[in-house]
């Protein structure tokens, strides 16, 4: 394996878990960011590029997808643990909030289950978009129009499906030498500078007007009310920052190895687990209690226990079974070690 080689591994795998431990320190952020406003300008800072970032590097990662088998492996890795985890996730949710029957829904995906749905979507989507004259272009204006559909809502995912394919499809599109580009030195400057500038311009002039339009889990109507004619303006505008801000992201991550290198393949683990650990802290006095005594910096540090507790090895796997359906290792650990014949 040549050098380039491990740096680009290096690079996206850097990649993979700074974006995941900012997906569970949002979450952390989540349940009292209204109640500080620097805490709500780090939520909006986040929210405007992990996610982005995250779908960006699994459409580059798509370049299969005209290989025979590749939608059935698709649905086998992605479609079947989002089944499992839906069905887990109501049972939890009965379990945990005393409801009075489990409900079974598979069509409106729980919490952080959207990604899932909307992954098996995108790669769909993708067979048909790579075949048709200015793909993205079309894409971008699917998911500006798809706001003004008043009752879309969260059923199958289909409003985040369509307002993020564009990120998906761009990152299919870009190529090895695309991230070189941006990980050239005056790249790396005049994103940082981005960066700065936006989380200065959240703080001071948009402290609160961002978040349901960062989400994009609801239709201009449910933001803006009936005056919601500029709704694709705005979200065309927000494109244009969540591209900036993803690529200005992107541009400053290390590509040598670091000491949480390896832990960017088990992502897929720390996303589906994370919830159960969040759910269950937001039924507690923690967050009451970290605002009372007004705590933050215990957000971050709860947030780096939890992501480095699900990415260790333990806790793949017990979770491997339910995930990627591999139930050798689970055994292994489960079966009772022979007992050693003792010495006369």
């Given amino acids: ?23 569970v320190f949002g979450h952390f952020i989540s349940p009292i960011k209204s109640q500080n406003e620097w805490l709500y300008t780090i939520y909006n800072f986040i929210y405007t590029f992990h996610m982005p970032a995250f779908i960006l590097i699994a459409g580059f990662f798509t370049k299969g997808v005209w290989r025979d088998g590749y939608l059935p492996k698709i ?8 089944l499992v985890f839906q069905l887990i996730y109501s049972f939890f949710y009965y379990d945990l909030y005393g409801k009075s029957e489990v409900k079974l829904d598979f069509f409106s995906p729980h919490w952080t289950l959207w990604f899932l749905l909307s992954l098996v979507f995108w790669n769909i989507l993708l067979k048909v978009f790579v075949k048709m004259k200015y793909p993205l272009v079309l894409a971008i204006g699917i998911g500006v129009a798809v706001g003004y559909i008043h009752d879309i ?38 994103s940082a500078a981005f960066l700065v500038v936006l989380f200065i311009t959240y703080h001071f002039i ?45 541009a400053l991550l290390p590509r040598r190895r670091m000491f949480f290198t390896e832990f960017g393949e088990r992502t897929l683990y720390i996303y589906l687990l994370h919830g159960f650990v969040l759910k269950y802290l937001f039924t507690t006095d923690l967050f009451a209690s970290i605002e009372e005594n007004g705590a933050y910096f215990m957000l971050l540090f709860l947030a780096v226990i939890v992501t480095l507790f699900l990415a260790s090895k333990p806790v793949i796997a017990l979770a491997q079974p339910f995930i990627e359906l591999r139930w050798s290792k689970l055994k292994k650990i489960l079966k009772p070690k022979p007992s050693q014949p003792r010495e006369s």
């Fill in 206 to 250: 948009f402290p609160n007007g961002t978040k349901e339009w960062l989400l994009s889990s609801s239709s201009y109507s449910e933001i803006l009310g009936y005056n919601d004619w500029y709704g694709g303006l705005v979200r065309l505008a927000m494109y244009g920052v969540m591209f900036a801000a993803t690529f200005s992201f992107l």
């Fill in 153 to 190: 809502g969260t059923f199958l995912s289909l409003l985040r499906t369509f307002v993020f394919f564009p990120v998906f499809l761009l990152g299919h599109l870009l190529e090895k030498r695309d991230f070189k580009k941006i990980l050239r030195p005056r790249a790396k400057i005049i």
């Fill in 1 to 23: 394996m040549s050098t380039a080689t491990k740096e680009r591994d290096y690079y996206f795998d850097n990649a993979k878990f700074i974006l995941i431990f900012l997906v």
């Fill in 75 to 82: 649905f086998k890795k992605v479609l079947i643990p989002y």
